[in-house]
């Protein structure tokens, strides 16, 4: 089965500028969550869909992130405007969902977009 | 104290010999749990779901101490391309099953 998709890979961009990244989860998978990493770190949840709603966006900077989920499958995540401190690789990842059985709660990711500010 | 916790290392190990690290979580009502590996510039994939009886895949072997809140994973055997930041990660119905990471250990094998 065809895994996570992303896009793009790298993306460098000045400060003060905008940025969108695409993700594309595997066929059928209900939960879709975008994640910052920092290099040393573990991978920082910024925020969890099911389906087209959104489970969890608390750690979202709301102020300049922003994501969308319109149709329940692939989704966007923008920052606006960017500033030095984004500079991560976000990556997208995907579940089946249905948390009951740990099968459903197995995450895979995409290959992520390593962002650049400067 | 961090939700889920884990010893960075680097553990430096020779290889052919067996290697073990824990990570420890916070929450007793934690409902599942992972061993994902992660190389460098990569992204995390999953290694191994640990089941409450445990589970054994070929050289690994994740285990799961609910009465002392860890998961383990013990590595026989290492080869040099086991060399990579182990990541543990759990979740409960409580949040919504999302996945809370620890910050992982990272593995050097030697030749």
């Known amino acids: 089965e065809a895994g996570v998709a992303q896009s793009p890979r790298y993306k460098i961009i000045e400060k003060r500028q905008s940025v969108a990244f695409w993700c594309n989860p595997i066929?059928?998978?209900?939960?879709l969550y975008w994640y910052q990493q920092i290099l040393g770190q573990g991978p920082k949840l910024l925020i969890q869909f099911q389906n087209n709603g959104v489970v969890d966006d608390s750690q979202l900077p709301k102020d300049r992130f922003s994501a969308e989920r319109l149709k329940g499958v692939d989704s966007t995540l923008k920052i606006q405007p960017a500033k030095l401190e984004d500079s991560a690789v976000y990556l997208c990842?995907?579940?089946?969902?249905?948390?009951?059985?740990?099968?459903?709660?197995?995450?895979?990711f995409g290959q992520g977009t390593r962002l650049t500010v400067v | 104290r961090k939700e889920v916790e884990q010893d960075p290392g680097p553990f430096n190990v020779p290889e052919g010999a067996t290697v073990a690290f824990n990570c420890t979580y916070s929450n007793s009502a934690s409902q599942s749990f992972f061993w994902y590996r992660q190389d460098c510039r990569k992204e995390p994939k999953l290694l191994m779901s640990v089941y409450s009886s445990g589970n054994e895949d070929g050289r690994f072997t994740a285990q799961l101490n609910r009465a002392s809140q860890y998961i383990s994973l013990l590595i026989r055997d290492s080869k040099l391309s086991d060399s990579a930041t182990y990541l543990c990660a759990v979740n409960n119905e409580d949040s919504n099953y999302q996945l809370i990471w620890g910050a992982g250990t990272k593995l050097i094998i030697k030749p």
């Open positions: 066929s059928g998978h209900a939960t």
């Open positions: 990842a995907s579940s089946r969902g249905g948390g009951r059985f740990i099968r459903n709660t197995e995450a895979f």
